[in-house]
């Protein structure tokens, strides 16, 4: 199933609507539009006149309304872009025609229309709500030509194409589920059953969002889901799956859907691999912090290379989100092969293309792949401006491989990559020497420098080994939480949001600090160190739940596996994996399945109760032929390359989808946030 080709022909179903238009766009459907589609074919294939991104810090008070038409692509709710949709509406304009399409279908607006205080009319109709709002402050906006065409068209209208980003071919992301993460280990009620009332609200609409979010897909891809589940999470959301109404007039493939929690394994994300794409995910700026994309400096890398003349800015930042077969083989390397195979496909890359060009007179020399041959192979481009332009897309690709070997050093990439090695090495070992080895990480200064990792750094490493080994020595924890209070209260930290308020406490002490008031700066420290002891409690009571995260499965019970007289790591997503693709005799216990049996398995078992007949082997998820694995909370670019390796034998079209690319620093914002 090629998905992208999916999201393209919904596309092309509207182009009618977008000629000759002013379409904007919210961040969610600008990567979802980068990723599938690509900003060039939607300016030229549906002839627009103007696309711009609409978010809460856009100034939207210039935009030229130089159209009779204009279209909102929503990738989230409407309530989200309400305000925004106003301010361009109520802009001098000739609009005769709005039309606004939303990612998600009109019964998941609701929870936002009851939220929204300016209903009194008991409301129930969300799309109808919002184009009464929206006409209401069209008619009132004043006319930019002519006379206002006091009968304009508004619609809202629900169009699932605009809610996946296609990373690869088979691997889907929703960008307006990002910010979603499973419920924490530690808020479940005792018997982990996750119930609605259990959530509060803003809970409540973030699985909203993941359950219409999935419902979209379905919809673009044509699919009748059959729902599985892994994690607590993961079945509360197959469970209200289950409720909403099929359409049985509609033609549609069986899919199985497995709904895989991210808390069970936080491992593989909380680690740094000889991944490519990971590299570049976490070295990298993101454009927004849910973002898959990247920013990619070539105006600095490309200094010489852009031919004279050239716009700055337009050169000012790349991209990794491109469409072209040059871009998407190279993706596919990125993610599909180990670091040193990877570096070596990408200068054979280049070589073959400058070869094919005619442009490389003597070849580069064999061996380790550095960024400066990659950078001298890329200056090549720049001597045929034409040839430059015809392959960007895949230059820009190749110069964040660069910036990201480049910006290593500064993360400390090959230092933390060595001590997660020796972590995952030694899990064997009692919990307190695990415990232990990261105490002195914390206490000792980074080989080769005076410098000392940050707490972000620390907190990452011991979710890691939380996760991995599950409950540790309580003495040894209480070590562990001294040596990270000290290493707070010693200098200022980067990126500490997940602190909550005692930044603010840590801000005014540091800066009597600066003052040089010492007395001062003394009696502040004790009760700082108090806050700051307290948000670290907090902390551990949410990293003794990931430890137990595991505890009610029977074959996930442990990522820690015995392979060849030792015991490794062997990830989650790695595991289940290999039930389904390799092991197909293995009995499924932690993979559950939402929904009926089919009529013969239902009668078939029934006999065998009495005696009659063969007890009924339990259903698969394999049984049909599309398997859809979905990671609520994040997915790892190992853990794509380690599904696709074990399901390339299948006989199944395997898709693999998440909120998010994980990356260590999305996952400890996302685990330690106060708000969660």
Known sequence: MEVTQKIRQNFNDLSREFDQSIVFVDEYAAEVIAWSITVGVLLEDFNIKSLHTISKSSDLSQVDLNASKIVFLLGGFIDDSASQIKTILGIENDIEECIIYTAYPEASHTHNLLENPSISSGESEPFRFWTKEFVTVLKKSPPKHKERFMNALVAVVYFPALIAATVLPDVILLPSTSSVFPVLPHRLPQDQRLALENLNHPMQMSMETILSGLLSVCNVLELKEEIWAVGSTGRFIAREWQKIPRNPERQLRPASIILIDRTLDLVECCSHSDNLLDRILTTLDHPQSFSADVRVPIAQIFKDLIPAGTDAFSVMHGSIAHRDANSISIMDVFVGKREKDALNEIRKKLVDILTREKLLKTLPKMGTVTPKQLISLMETFGKDPPIFYKYRELLECIAAVIESLQQSPQTHWDELLSIEKILLLS????????????????????????????????????????????????????????????????????????????????????????????????????????????????????????????????????????????????????????????????????????????????LTSGFSRFGFGTKAPKPRPTENEIVFLFFIGGITPIEIRDIKERAAKSKNQVLIGSTCLATPNHICQMVLNPSQ
């Open 427 to 602: 899990v064997e070992d009692p919990s307190q020497s695990m415990i232990d080895r990261l105490i002195q990480v914390v206490r000792s200064p980074i080989p080769g420098t005076d410098q000392r990792f940050g707490i972000k750094e620390v907190m990452i490493l011991t979710l890691l080994i939380y996760s991995l080994i599950g409950d540790v020595d309580t003495t040894h924890e209480k070590n562990l939480q001294e040596a990270m209070i000290d290493t707070i209260m010693m200098h200022p930290q980067q990126d500490i949001e997940w602190l909550g308020d005692v930044r603010h406490s840590l801000k005014e002490y540091f800066d009597e600090v600066a003052k040089d008031q010492e007395s001062k700066s003394q009696e502040m420290a004790n009760g700082v160190r108090r806050e700051v002891r307290d948000r670290i409690d907090e902390i551990f009571q949410a990293l003794h739940g990931i430890s137990s995260a595991r505890s009610s499965l029977i074959d996930y019970k442990t990522v820690a596996k015995s392979k060849a007289g030792t015991t490794v790591y062997i990830p989650l997503a790695q595991q289940i994996a290999i039930h389904l693709f390799e092991d197909e005799k293995s009995d499924l216990n932690d993979i559950t399945k939402y929904g009926g049996h089919s009529i013969g398995n239902v």
